[in-house]
């Protein structure tokens, strides 16, 4: 490595958190023209780097050099200008204004009129180079979470950068979004450009990265050549011990639990609409319901969810058709639900770990006397909960929007698995979890399932459906088509089911 | 039905409407400045009584109208750098810093005010702003009158609508105030600093707000009297919502209750036998709830609205 070719280092960085070492003396260098993976369990502190190589964090001791010089401290403004894009593992959108206005926020002099049309044409020419497809002039908050990635993604390749860091950029794409973009990646870097490139799918990483670095606990754990790495070996290095494969045995379907009977849905502001959609799920079954994003899931959740209720048809719930709108009511009756966009819809950002994981039973008297909340049993729950989901945090009363992406859904999962639903949706249950954890969300969905409920994983991995799934639907265009038992399938039959064309 | 008639009918309703609006339009365009940066501005009460001290007491030593209007938008820049001082930079609590200021800037200008001048008995007069004619448009019939004989601060005031209106919807500057009243983090990222455009967003509305109150005492009257803006900075308040926050529909309500204000005090006198007199001054702040209630229910507030922020901290 000659260092003319080193176009970014970071030296001895330590970052904590009161009690938490986030980083902890953490060296990484980046030269031109290399895509390095950074991985490393949930928690184990990549988003904390990238965020002080971007200055969004101060460190508490060690230095950032681009291209030799030392980048001042928490300013993004000068990381940007020094050449460093970076692609927010939690979306750094404003929502009231448009794609197009996001991606050109704070490239333009405050004062500069008439910018817009040629900022419309540069990212118009970003997309067709990329596929990632957006409409740009759609308020951000009515786009769906697989477009404000590429809203965030295009945000990135807007500016000219030298290096560019993409906090997992992939955990919302399509696979064939995300081939997109490593298109894109791959030409970037021939030309030249470092990336740095985080991400909890292997496959994604092995084909694209040319260096892995592992961290965990903060620390560096190791690094590999791609070349010469393979699954195994890494996941071996992120978790320190070997992962367990996740087997699932045949399942025993019994009585239908929730059933869509001829259901219509019209579009609503972040959901498409559903024609004709029938299906039923019964106990002791899990159902995956395979699909690009985008063509009738947001309905289907919701409508489980008890967001909306058809326009036409029915759902029933134990055979009793489902009138009202009316989330609580559901969950009373046994409906888990694990939201899509956990941030957004899943958590009370501002709230304890410990409320959090109460919330959805507050009423039920588990967690009251006398009207009153009983902290002690909230307390009680929640520390069970934390070691036996292994809920990374500082503790019940650390707030949830400290937690790391991954433990938001373990925290998730566990609220509502305690519960011991009947009914489960499952909507991207393992978006951004890192190996370990997404085996031990496999492990509890099965054991859900093996105990009598109803599971319906929504999902854009093929892996993690055949994985869970013991029967296939497949949504495309508002309409669900049953693809039978998922033994009796391969990926090009479900492949081709997910574009429109009978298999 | 008659009365109505005769009052909507009368070009002289019409130019009261706009001018009982015109201090509402500084004072609401301000809030919304303050709201859209994420910044809830309660000092706007007394903002309001600090500009109609400092413009009239500038104009009275001496320093001309113009000079007394630079005084005031001073004054109220002042106040506003204060609140985001202590709202901005120190994240304390916008409520409690801005009914703070709000005390603060009132008791000060009638300190101020005592000071200046301790042995007047009944309030000295200055020269206000008289109405300008334009030629052409103050000719008109029925239209003239009612909207063309305005003085100087009252189409200042409908400049700065369009003004506001541009810089927010057609300029980079704009764009970034409307991000960071959404999320900071959007504005941050991009380079751009949470706590600058924060900042000056409240300096700038807390002038504007100054303004709403030196039309009073150098427009509207010749005087400085204590008690003499009366809540119009909390109707500005009001008003933001009902405009959700958007520069246009923030004249349009200053217009609407402007109206209301005029038509009570004509109906008074139509029917004022039969009716207290208080029902009428009543009117304008029932009929502005009623408007509220009808428009603001589904109102949008700006997402970071009362949110501190924090460098390195998740939010
Ligand atoms: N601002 C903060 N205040 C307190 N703790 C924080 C803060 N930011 C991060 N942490 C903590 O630092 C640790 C590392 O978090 P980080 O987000 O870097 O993990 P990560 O490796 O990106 O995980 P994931 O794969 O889940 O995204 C976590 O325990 C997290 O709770
Ligand atoms: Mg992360």
């Known amino acids: ?503 | 039905m008659d009365v109505l008639l005769d009052i909507f009918g009368s070009a002289n309703f019409w130019a009261a409407a706009i001018r009982i609006a015109t201090p509402l339009i500084f004072g609401v365009l301000g809030a919304l400045i303050c709201e859209r940066a994420g910044v809830l501005n309660l000092g706007i009460e007394g903002i309001f009584v600090a500009g109609a001290m400092a413009g009239w007491l500038a104009v009275y030593l001496g320093a001309g109208l113009w000079g007394g209007v630079l005084v005031a938008l001073a004054t109220g820049a002042t106040f506003g750098l204060l609140h985001a001082v202590l709202a901005v930079i120190l994240g304390l609590s916008q409520h409690v810093s801005g009914i703070g200021i709000t005390l603060l800037a009132t008791s000060l200008s009638y300190f101020t005010y005592r000071t200046a001048l301790p042995t007047v008995t009944s309030p000295p007069r200055i020269v206000p702003f008289q109405p300008v004619s334009i030629p052409g448009l103050s000719d008109l019939p029925f239209f003239g009158p009612a909207l063309f004989q305005q003085t100087p601060l009252t189409f200042l005031a409908l400049a700065f609508v369009a003004l506001v209106a541009f810089v927010l919807y057609r300029t980079p500057l704009g764009l970034a105030i409307r991000a960071v009243g959404d999320n900071p983090a959007s504005v941050e990222a991009q380079g751009l600093s949470v706590r600058g455009l924060r900042i000056g967003a409240v300096v700038a509305g807390s002038a504007l707000m100054a303004l709403g109150g030196a039309f009073l005492t150098m427009s509207a009257f010749d005087a400085f009297f204590f008690g003499m803006v009366n809540g119009r900075g909390w109707i500005c308040i009001a008003l933001v919502v009902f405009a959700s926050w958007q520069p246009g529909k923030a004249l349009l309500g200053a217009l609407l209750f402007g109206a209301f204000d005029a038509f009570q005090i004509r109906l008074q006198a139509e029917i004022g036998q039969v009716v207290p007199g208080q029902v009428f001054l009543m009117l304008p702040y029932l009929l502005s709830i009623v408007a509220l209630v009808l428009v603001a229910r589904r109102a949008d507030y700006p997402r970071a609205l009362l949110q501190p922020w924090f460098k390195g901290q998740r939010h």
């Open chain 1, 1 to 503: 490595m000659t260092s003319t070719d080193t176009v970014l280092s970071l030296e001895g960085i330590t970052k904590r958190f009161g009690k938490l070492t986030a980083n902890d003396h953490l060296d990484l260098s980046l030269r031109r023209g290399e895509i390095l993976a950074l991985l490393g369990e949930n928690g184990a502190g990549k988003t904390t780097l990238m965020n002080i190589l971007f200055g969004h964090y101060v460190q508490d001791e060690g230095v950032v050099r681009v291209n030799g010089e030392m980048l001042p401290p928490g300013s993004p403004g000068a990381a940007l200008k020094a050449g460093i894009g970076m692609v927010h593992q939690h979306f750094a959108l404003a929502e009231n204004l448009s794609g197009l206005d996001n991606i050109r926020l704070g490239t333009e002099g405050l004062f500069a009129l008439g910018g817009k049309a040629a900022a419309r044409k540069k990212v118009e020419q970003i997309i067709a180079e990329s596929g990632l497809e957006v409409d740009l002039d759609r308020k951000v908050a009515s786009l769906t979470v697989g477009e404000k990635q590429r809203v965030e993604i295009l945000k990135a390749l807007y500016r000219n950068v030298r290096v560019l860091i993409l906090d997992e950029p992939t955990a919302v794409l399509t696979p064939q979004e995300a081939e997109g973009l490593f298109t894109v990646l791959r030409r970037l870097a021939a030309n030249g450009l470092g990336v740095i490139f985080i991400s909890h799918k292997l496959g994604e990483v092995l084909s694209v990265s040319t260096r892995i670095l592992v961290l965990r606990g903060g620390r560096k754990a190791g690094e590999l050549v791609t070349a010469d790495a393979d699954r195994r070996a890494i996941a071996d290095l992120m978790v320190g011990k070997a992962v367990a494969e996740v087997k699932r045995t045949a399942a025993t379907p019994a009585e239908t639990l929730l059933e869509f009977s001829d259901v219509h849905l019209r579009r609503g502001s972040t959901r498409e609409s559903l024609r004709n959609v029938g299906f039923a799920l019964r106990a002791g079954e899990i159902v995956g319901l395979a699909g690009v994003s985008g063509n009738g899931q947001g309905g289907i959740a919701a409508l489980i969810s008890g967001l909306a209720v058809p326009d036409q048809g029915a759902v029933l719930l134990y055979g009793e058709p489902i009138t009202r709108a009316d989330p609580r009511a559901l969950v009373a009756a046994g409906v888990a639900r694990m939201p899509e966009d956990r941030q957004h819809d899943g958590v009370v950002g501002t709230m304890s770990v410990a409320d959090n994981i109460a919330i959805e039973e507050v009423r039920s008297g588990a967690f009251s006397r006398m009207g009153l909340l009983d902290r002690k049993a909230m307390q009680a729950r929640a520390t069970s909960a934390i070691a036996a989901y292994d809920i990374r945090c500082p503790g019940p009363d650390a707030e949830a929007r400290l937690l790391s992406g991954g433990n938001v859904q373990k925290l998730i999962l566990a609220r509502v698995l305690e519960r011991e639903p009947r009914v489960i949706l499952a909507n991207q249950p393992t978006r951004g979890l890192d190996v370990g954890a997404q085996s031990e969300v496999h492990r509890r969905i099965i054991a859900a399932r093996d105990r009598g409920a109803a599971v319906l994983v929504i999902s854009e991995d093929l892996d993690e459906l055949f994985a869970l799934a013991d029967r296939f639907l497949v949504v495309h265009a508002g309409e669900v088509s049953d693809a039978g038992p998922s033994d009796r399938l391969d990926r090009g039959a479900v492949g081709l089911l997910m574009a429109g064309q009978a298999a």
